[in-house]
């Protein structure tokens, strides 16, 4: 992101404070990192003369990572571990939590903010807007949406393209750098999620009819905490129709005509949204 942006962040950070308490405890959480202990393996990769510093306390919480930029190389990229490399296929629909901090705005300069490169292929992805000087936490969705191929010019990667990195994943990078000169950053709680599952808790059952022209079904999500939903019902079998909010976990069909209807629904949470919408298929045999 270039400085033009920067005027994003406070609303980010805001945003951050709201996710916060879901942090690493997720269920959905497939790996994390949240340097309780030590760097976990994270290193840096762009300037010669900059390790990793663990720091004990006032991280997002607790424990973080820190590098001085001493512009001594080129740009500065945290280096993932092997646990947030290889096969990470249930990740697909999730998000890439991170939370970033710089010690400086000013000077802001733009570049690929995460790479992944897996299976033959590199994806790179543009944030909305760079870090404040307090930690600002982003969600990057690892679906094809705000991807590009190579370079932050390329195409979008389609989903099998997305799944193939995925599967196998040989390097990580974060970007960790934004300003040209001198600076200190910091990341903290990296976490890999899968998707939210979502679930039919009442309604008509999957293959039954029902004699209700107006049923109702409810649902519910594995996220825990903030999940939100949304549904269709169309005719017939071949899926059609847009999804539409059903926040309140309720869904009633307007009157039906006598037929074969679909019924599905999905999970939208800060762990992802849910590529495989649970569906119910029903006969509507009104007296
Ligand atoms: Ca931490
Ligand atoms: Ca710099």
Redesign the pocket.
Known sequence: MGTKRRAAVAALTVIGAVLGPLGAASAATLVASTFTANADGWSVLGDSAAPATWVSSGGHPGGFIQVD?T?SGGV?YWVAPAKLLGDQSAAYSGRLRFDLRQSDLSSQFDADDVVVEGGGLTLVYDTAANPGTTFTRYSVPLTPVGWHKATLAGPRPSVAEVKTVLASITSLRIRA???????TDAIDTVVMTAPPETSITSGPAHNSTTADSTPTFTFASSEPTGARFQCRIFPGIPASGVFTACDSGTFTAAPLADGLYTFQVRTLGASGVDPTPVVRRFTVDAP
């Open positions: 930029d512009v500065m750098e934004f300003r040209t000169g001198a600076d």
